[in-house]
């Protein structure tokens, strides 16, 4: 088994729940997540189709059909910072197919606002079928958008992995450990030039330990496909707020006959988390059976959702079940309309929260969101020539629909406020794609949302459109460009103390990176990001860091 360093293209295209906190809170329901991560192995393969659970393919289908991917399944609809690492980002570096495939890599590099960059990767093959891998990498910004070190970051994150491979199944155990220091650098010029500034206060620091193993089928002949994965999450933050979440995951497939199968998914999550004086025992529990129809026509899943949560101090302990169903019709070779409804409860949890919006205030209100029903219909297929395309419209209903905004009178940090009555969302979506061989890929995507809400006033923080348009390039296998461009409009948030609501400027965010391969063991890289080095704010009142650049080396051996 090699273990090959990762060319890894991540997009984060939609996230962000907001938050807030208050005695008496208005609630509402969740939008999502999404994130698109494109790999690239030193070989510079474009990425294989996912194994999925409940991606079923039609009867006898297609060598066009089989390499058909759909990026909108189960779409998250919440968008948080245009990048995931706000400030530079890395870009990784690979290597060309002419040359001998190395295990291990370092990674070395600077760029302005007294960035460093660092990373590097070990993997070890002890037996033909048990390899170990371990990684560190660190990215830093010694200064940020405003007031100097004030405004700094850093980010740093250990991983440890260990893999077992035989022909009927794969055991995997993960340990991680990510450490984020940032600031609360929201603040007026006013009152950091006062006495009662102390840059310590504004601190914040996130340290996470994770522990997972998993096990999974091996064996593609096996009529019974399963996957069974736990771990435990633990989070603590510099003013000894913590988090402690166990997750376990279960999912299996059987073929009854050749065109008729039935899948189960599973999930119980366990999780406490403590704040100061307050206590949170919360706990969910998922069962979701269906079946599933297949023929060259169209394909048919139904089934039930079952979810149970609890939550020890706001005295909830409830049970909902959910409809599952999905059609999809093709009626020409690649082209499907498809239609369904589903829900679910979706799980807010003080991790989940921090991932889309880290200036979080203390105590914040954690309330899980009822999507209570989501109708959808669309399009999705390949056109031929390299092109390929989705449409999906859905309108959904939610209950403790989750917002961000600021706090009052401290405006630096952020609270969640959820929406308690019926809060009704249309999103439209759309998505076009273009792939020359391994060459060159490009896809242009956006979604338009429309907010229906029953007691706040505004779905804070969340946009009334997100766009992105990203693109992959390789040149004669020793030049690999990354371009994209993200676009945001629409957010609004509202300074509570001054009663003040503000529109906050589009967001236009353009980045390049580009990798070029020196040796067979050297390469060098370097990322231009924000390139309008526009100063936009994705949450108000913070900044980000205007044209930033990063150059380095890397050494495989």
Do not use: C
């Amino acid at each position: 088994m090699k273990v090959r360093p990762l060319l890894t293209f991540s997009l984060l295209a939609l996230s962000t729940p907001l938050l807030a906190q208050q005695p008496k809170p208005t609630r509402v329901g969740e939008v999502d997540n999404q994130e698109i991560t494109v790999e690239k192995s030193r070989k510079i393969e474009l990425p294989p189709a996912n194994r999925l659970f409940d991606k079923i393919p039609s009867v006898k289908p297609s060598a066009e059909q089989r390499k058909m991917t759909y990026e909108f399944e189960d779409r998250k609809l919440t968008v948080g910072d245009p990048r995931i690492t706000p400030g530079v980002l890395t870009p990784a570096a690979g290597q060309a197919d002419d040359n001998p495939a190395y295990n291990n890599y370092v990674k070395l590099g600077a760029g302005n606002y007294s960035s460093f960059y660092g990373e590097g990767f070990v993997g070890v093959n002890t037996l033909s079928n048990l390899s170990l891998e371990g990684s560190l990498r660190h990215l830093s910004s010694g200064i940020g958008p405003v007031d100097g070190k004030n405004s700094s970051q850093s980010d740093t994150r250990l991983k440890v992995t260990g893999k077992y491979l035989t022909n009927s199944f794969k055991l995997q155990g993960d340990l991680g450990f990510d450490r984020n220091a940032y600031n609360f650098y929201g603040y007026s010029r006013e009152f950091a030039a006062s006495p009662d500034f102390n840059p310590d206060n504004i601190k914040q620091r996130l340290n996470t330990i994770n522990f997972r193993v998993g096990i999974e089928n091996a064996n593609s002949d096996n009529a019974i496909d399963y996957s069974l994965r736990t771990g435990i999450t633990s989070l603590h933050d510099r003013f000894n707020a913590s988090e402690v979440d166990w997750g376990t995951n279960f999912n299996a497939s059987l073929g009854i006959s050749d065109n008729f199968f039935a899948l189960v998914a599973a999930d119980a999550f366990v999780t406490q988390r403590s704040d100061g004086s307050i206590v949170d025992n919360r706990n969910l529990f998922r069962v979701k059976p269906t079946f599933k129809y297949t023929s060259s026509l169209f394909t048919i899943t139904a089934g039930i959702n079952a979810v149970n949560q609890t939550d020890q101090r706001q005295g909830i302990n409830n049970t909902r079940a959910f409809p599952v169903l999905d059609i999809d019709v093709a009626p020409v070779n690649n082209i499907h309309f498809f239609a369904g409804v589903d829900g679910d409860i979706n799980r807010n949890t003080l991790r989940s929260l921090l991932s889309e919006n880290k200036w979080l205030a203390p105590q914040v209100l954690l309330v899980n969101t009822v999507k209570t029903l989501d109708i959808y219909g669309g399009s999705k297929g390949s056109l031929g020539g390299g092109f390929s395309y989705e449409g999906k419209v859905s309108y959904a209903s939610y209950r403790d629909f989750s917002t961000f905004n600021n706090t009052y009178p401290d405006t630096t940090k952020f609270f969640v406020l959820y929406d308690g009555g019926i809060s009704r969302v249309l999103t439209i979506s759309a998505q076009l794609a273009y792939t020359q061989k391994d060459k060159f890929r490009s896809t242009l995507k956006g979604d338009f949302f429309r907010y229906g809400l029953d007691r706040l006033e505004e779905a804070w923080g969340r946009p009334r459109f997100a766009g992105t348009w990203s693109n992959s390039y390789i040149l004669n296998k020793k030049l690999f460009i990354t371009a994209d461009l993200y676009f945001y409009e629409g957010i609004k948030n509202k300074n509570f103390t001054s009663n003040v609501v503000y529109t906050l400027k589009p967001i236009y965010d353009a980045n390049i990176k580009i990798d070029y391969f020196l040796g067979k063991q050297v390469s060098a890289f370097v990322s231009l990001n924000n390139i309008f080095s526009q100063n936009y704010q994705r949450y108000l009142y913070y900044q980000s860091q205007g044209l930033n650049f990063l150059g380095g080396i890397s050494y495989s051996f």
